[in-house]
């Protein structure tokens, strides 16, 4: 607790934003990639602190929100198979496709389970050898190595009722794309300090020089943040382009060598469909040919997902830092927490989310 406190001292915290009002002499805009980081912004009221030359926008940083329709309805259709045992993270149960939802395939009967790693899915194939287990593997790079984990367990372990329906998508790949559209606002990121846990830095080095954006690894704490915010602006002034670790009690340039190595055995990088952005080239984990065996769209002939069907909903838009929720005509009305029209208000890391608990009554700026 007393580690935590530290990271939200609101003392701290204050310094930090006088230091950045000090720091910026004209307007930038920054991007947090992470979802958890929007939600302590949102929760901690940061942008409150920050002076008006300082603008934060909500990246694609929630691996639930960007997992195409496409593959949630091949979730929901092998949910409701007899022979299939779908396990998932809790967060994906409400995730609607437009077949209805792993929650509503369950409503109907199919066996769908939560489980908090996806070694507990492993566990469930060895117990049940007659039924077909598969984990809706989702996330950034940050839970590819357990699933990867699981994937090479199975096959030490001779288990084959255990598959993968992967959906991991990359993050320096989704920041390209966004740096390379033409109507681009982003001059800075913050870098999501739980991916480079794993990955270490050195993929950004490239971004940085290509775009000339300073990117700031940052972590999810209210100080954290500001923190990452203050270097951010500093390099801007000073017409700097870096990348910078501002969460070195968690991060090395390096990653997590062990994970990276299980990662790379198992999975290569693939083009990936984002809900709302559409396909990015490379941005995605599929598993290799070594492990054909255990990928459930082989095994079960999935086919190509189905394309992203028309909708009012705008989450396209916030994912890419374009709009931001209250702009949206559903948002609070025909979208909620409890009927939710797209990801971001399903996920707990949703920027639409975050935005109808802790600021529901804000208005779009002018």
């Known amino acids: 607790m007393q580690h935590q406190a530290e990271y939200r001292d609101a003392g701290h915290a204050q310094r930090l934003s006088d230091a950045i009002a000090r720091a910026a002499s004209r307007p930038h805009t920054l991007m947090e990639v992470c979802g958890g980081q929007t939600h302590s912004i949102m929760r901690f009221g940061l942008e409150q602190l920050l002076p008006p030359e300082v603008e934060l926008v909500h990246g694609p940083g929630c691996p639930v929100c960007v997992t195409p ?10 949910a409701r198979r007899p022979d299939v045992i779908m396990t998932s993270f809790g967060d994906m149960l409400r995730v609607p496709g437009t077949q209805g939802s792993l929650f509503s395939a369950r409503a109907e009967g199919g066996d769908v389970r939560i489980v908090y790693s996806p070694l507990d899915a492993l566990t469930l194939a060895a117990e049940h050898p007659d039924r077909q287990v598969v984990f809706f593997s989702v996330g950034f790079e940050t839970t590819a190595p357990t699933a990867a984990m699981a994937a090479h367990q199975a096959r030490q372990r001779g288990l084959r009722n255990f598959s993968l329906l992967a959906s991991h998508v990359l993050v320096p790949p989704a920041m390209e794309a966004i740096l390379s559209e033409p109507s681009r606002r982003i001059q800075g990121f ?5 991916v480079c846990t794993i990955m270490g830095t050195s993929e950004y080095l490239p971004i940085a020089e290509r775009h000339r ?3 700031v690894v940052t972590g999810f704490e209210p100080v954290d943040i500001l923190k ?3 270097h951010c602006v500093e390099q801007l ?3 700097e382009a870096q990348v910078t670790n501002a969460y070195p009690r968690v991060v090395r340039d390096e990653g997590n060598p062990h994970a990276r190595a299980i990662t790379e055995e198992v ?3 693939v083009d990936r469909d984002w809900r709302g952005i559409g396909v990015i080239p490379k941005s995605g984990y599929g598993l290799r040919d070594a492990y054909a065996d255990y990928d459930a769209e082989r095994r079960f002939e999935l086919g190509a997902p189905a394309p992203e069907p028309p909708s009012e909903c705008i989450a396209g838009l916030v994912l890419q830092g374009l709009e931001k929720p209250p702009a949206c005509p559903a948002f609070g009305k025909g979208c909620t927490p409890s009927t939710p029209l ?3 208000m399903v996920s ?3 920027a639409c989310a975050a935005y109808y608990r802790y600021r529901r009554s804000q208005q779009v700026s002018s």
């Not at 329709?69 to 092998?78: H, N, S, T």
């Not at 913050?190 to 739980?194: F, N, S």
């Open 237 to 239: 002034e000073r017409g």
């Open 228 to 230: 990452g915010v203050l």
């Open 69 to 78: 329709i496409g593959i949630i309805d091949q979730a929901v259709a092998l």
């Open 342 to 344: 797209g990801a971001p």
């Open 190 to 194: 913050l870098a999501a300090g739980h």
């Open 348 to 350: 707990s890391e949703g």
């Open 267 to 269: 999975f290569e990088p």
């Open 213 to 215: 954006v300073p990117i």
